[in-house]
C-alpha cells in the first residue's frame, strides 16, 4: 500500500510537472490575445461614437461646423429642415436629406436610421414659417399645441425635449466652433467716432432688453434713439428698417440673451449682415464679443476697410475707447 501511494504521488507531481508550463502558456496567450483583440473593439466603439446627427438650417454656419467635423474625423449626418440650405453642406456629410421641419416624426425617424445619439442644431430657421405653414404632422402639433407662448426660446426647447424622450441629446453650438468667437476689439481699419461709440453702449444696453425678453438679439440706433428692434421679421429685416428711418450712419448691435442657452439659437454675423448694413445706410455692427459667431471674419473686415465702414467685437466691462 505505501509503495503505490509513493507511486501515486509520484505520478501526480510528474503531471503537475508537465501541465504547469502549459497552464502557463495558455495563460500567456490569453493576456497577449487580450492585449491584441480588446483594443482593437474598443477602437470600433469610439468610430462608431464619432457619428453626430445635424439639424440644419440655412446660412453659412451648418457648412462651417461640417468642414471642422470633417477634419476631426467626425462623421456628419444631416437633415436640412427648412427652404434654402447651404448646397455646399452637401460636400462635407456623410448623409443628407431634406425633411420640413412640420414632418416632425419623419425627422425623427430619420435620427434613428442615421444611428446617432448626439445632435446639433445650426443655421437659420424662419420664425414666420410657424405662423403660416399647414403641412405639419401629428406630432409637431402635439410638440407645439401645447405652448401657451411661442417665443423662440419655448418653441426650440419644447422640441429638444421631445428629442431628448426618443434619446438624443443636443450639444453646444460652439463646440467645434470656438474660433469663430473673437475677443474684444476694434476688427476693421476704422475706428468708431465718439457718437457712435455712445450709440454701442446704448444700442448694447438695448438689445440686451429684448435678448433677456426673448424678443430679438439685435437692435438699431441712431444719436441715442432705438430706430429698430429684431422681432420674428429677423436681423436682416431689422436692419433694413433701421436703414430707412435712420438714412444713414446707423449702428447696429448684436447680442447674446443675458441667459444664452449654448445648444441653440447663438447669434450669428457674416459677410451677407454687411452687405445688407452697406445697402440700407448702416455704417457701424458691434456684436458681443466671445458670445457671437462671427463667419468669414477676414471677408468681413475687407468689405468694411473698403467702404469705410467700423466692426466691433464689444463688452461692457473692457470697454475700448477711440
Given at each position: 500500500m505505501?509503495?503505490?501511494?509513493?507511486?501515486k504521488r509520484a505520478a501526480s507531481t510528474a503531471l503537475r510537472f508537465v501541465l504547469e508550463p502549459a497552464r502557463l502558456i495558455l495563460l500567456a496567450l490569453a493576456y497577449a490575445g487580450a492585449k491584441l483583440i480588446l483594443p482593437l473593439l474598443f477602437r470600433g466603439v469610439r468610430v462608431l461614437r464619432k457619428r453626430i446627427g445635424m439639424l440644419a438650417g440655412y446660412g453659412d454656419l451648418p457648412v462651417a461646423f461640417a468642414i471642422e467635423a470633417q477634419a476631426a474625423g467626425i462623421d456628419v449626418c444631416a437633415i436640412g429642415i427648412t427652404a434654402d440650405v447651404n448646397p455646399q453642406l452637401k460636400q462635407y456629410v456623410a448623409a443628407y436629406r431634406e425633411i420640413s421641419l412640420g414632418q416632425w416624426q419623419q425627422v425623427i425617424d430619420t435620427l434613428r436610421a442615421y444611428g446617432?445619439?448626439?445632435?446639433?442644431?445650426?443655421?437659420?430657421?424662419?420664425?414666420?414659417?410657424?405662423l403660416h405653414t399647414t403641412e405639419v404632422d401629428a406630432r409637431f402639433r402635439q410638440v407645439v399645441g401645447a405652448l401657451q407662448a411661442?417665443?423662440?426660446d419655448r418653441m426650440i426647447l419644447a422640441f429638444v425635449t421631445d428629442l431628448a424622450k426618443e434619446g438624443f441629446a443636443l450639444r453646444t453650438q460652439g463646440e467645434l466652433l470656438s474660433e469663430l468667437f473673437p475677443g474684444p476689439g476694434v476688427l476693421s481699419t476704422r475706428r468708431p467716432t465718439q457718437q457712435e461709440w455712445n450709440d454701442i453702449v446704448f444700442g448694447y444696453q438695448m438689445a440686451k432688453g429684448i435678448a433677456g425678453l426673448d424678443i430679438g438679439q439685435t437692435c438699431a440706433v441712431k444719436h441715442g434713439m432705438v430706430l429698430a428692434v429684431e422681432a420674428i421679421e429677423g436681423t436682416d429685416e431689422c436692419i433694413r428698417r433701421g436703414g430707412r428711418l435712420g438714412r444713414a450712419d446707423v449702428v447696429i448691435v448684436?447680442?447674446?440673451k443675458p441667459q444664452?442657452?449654448?445648444?441653440?439659437?447663438?447669434?450669428?454675423?457674416?459677410?451677407d449682415t454687411l452687405r445688407v448694413m452697406h445697402e440700407s445706410g448702416a455704417r457701424v455692427l458691434a456684436f458681443e464679443a466671445g458670445a457671437t459667431f462671427v463667419l468669414q471674419l477676414n471677408t468681413m473686415c475687407r468689405y468694411a476697410d473698403e467702404r469705410g465702414m467700423v466692426i466691433v467685437a464689444y463688452l461692457p466691462d473692457r470697454p475700448i475707447t477711440s
Open positions: 505505501i509503495e503505490v501511494s509513493a507511486a446617432v445619439q448626439d445632435l446639433v442644431l445650426l443655421g437659420k430657421v424662419e420664425k414666420s414659417w410657424a411661442r417665443n423662440d448684436k447680442v447674446a444664452q442657452d449654448h445648444r441653440f439659437d447663438i447669434p450669428t454675423v457674416g459677410p
